[in-house]
């Protein structure tokens, strides 16, 4: 059974700072990865995609990368602003497993001004 | 082009009543997927259903809960007989044929079920 974990389950970083959030999952037979932002009273935004077969993708100050052998997945996000603030699941389709996407529990980033 | 919309935002029910919960996907979308958030917990998978054919229902309570996508319409998601552990944030998720493997899933903003 895929499970996931993040960690950290917090972080608060002041503005400006480069920060990893970290994503690991148990069945390495994965077709894609996913990042989405959650926003507090508010649904998901896809943040970015990484299929099986891919190592990053990039969009703006957001970089994700996949080490699909390991079961890591990794969430770079450089010169934070506190508009970054939010939470941030990672999820993942298992092979085999009908396209239902398996989530984390998140990481609930403060950036502060 | 309008996101996926679900309705009521939030909803408030007794103990022993029916929630309904809509979801209308993307245009285009044919793939919907129901997910519950409970406090404090991650998002759960319950059912993924296509037009008229539910694919997956294995993440769904197997009493009281149903789910359908008729051919015309929104997908209902059905709860009957509410329990106040029924208390979560339920999400719809739309794709286009055979997107999920190589395009994000798209959200609704959710509805709030309190049950009291």
Known sequence: ?113 | NAGVMQNPRHLVRRRGQEARLRCSPMKGHSHVYWYRQLPEEGLKFMVYLQKENIIDESGMPKERFSAEFPKEGPSILRIQQVVRGDSAAYFCASSPWQGQYNSPLHFGNGTRLTVT
């Open chain 1, 1 to 113: 059974k895929q499970e996931v974990t993040q960690i950290p389950a917090a972080l608060s970083v002041p503005e400006g700072e480069n920060l990893v959030l970290n994503c690991s999952f148990t069945d390495s037979a994965i077709y894609n990865l996913q990042w989405f932002r959650q926003d507090p009273g508010k649904g998901l935004t896809s943040l970015l995609l990484i299929q099986s077969s891919q190592r990053e993708q990039t969009s703006g100050r957001l970089n994700a990368s996949l080490d699909k052998s390991s079961g890591r997945s990794t969430l770079y996000i450089a010169a934070s602003q506190p508009g970054d603030s939010a939470t941030y699941l990672c999820a993942v389709i298992t092979q085999g497993g009908s396209e239902k996407l398996v989530f984390g529990k998140g990481t609930k980033l403060t950036v502060n001004p």
